[in-house]
């Protein structure tokens, strides 16, 4: 089992800046891939990034490359999600997710699948004012 807990959520003006972190407990975070993921009101929960276990891969959603960074810190077990250049539409809960598998990485689309994990947090909410 793994238990995730999401951290750095809060409201920020438009065009600033956010970290995100998700603690993990349980076992082998090292070996999981991991992702984030974001819901709006109203709205399907949609993803926004991966990162390999290993930590050397990442794969972004279309609507935060180039703004949003993932990285981990295995030794740490955490995960963290950078956001730069916010805005409103970014506003969401903001989930971390763990893969059901371990040492795996098969391509960024199939990570951006919520259906490739099998572990997640409850939530951090991000509101970005405009």
């Known amino acids: 089992q793994v238990q995730l807990v999401e951290s750095g959520g809060g409201l920020v003006q438009a065009g600033g800046s956010l970290r995100l972190s998700c603690a993990a407990s349980?076992?082998?975070?090292?070996?999981?891939?991991m992702g984030w993921f974001r819901q709006a009101p109203g709205k399907e929960r949609e993803f926004v990034a991966a990162?390999?276990?290993?930590?050397?891969?990442?794969y972004y959603a279309d609507s935060v490359k180039g703004r949003f960074t993932a990285s981990r810190d295995n030794p740490k077990n955490t995960v963290y999600l950078q956001m730069n250049s916010l805005k409103a539409e970014d506003t969401a809960v903001y989930y971390c997710?763990?893969?059901?598998?371990?040492?795996?990485?098969?391509?960024?689309?199939?990570?951006?699948?919520?259906?490739?994990?099998?572990?997640w947090g409850q939530g951090t909410q991000v509101t970005v004012s405009s």
């Open positions: 990162i390999r276990w290993s930590g050397d891969m990442t």
């Open positions: 997710a763990a893969d059901r598998e371990l040492g795996i990485y098969r391509s960024g689309s199939y990570h951006s699948s919520a259906g490739s994990y099998g572990y």
């Open positions: 349980g076992r082998a975070f090292s070996s999981r891939t």
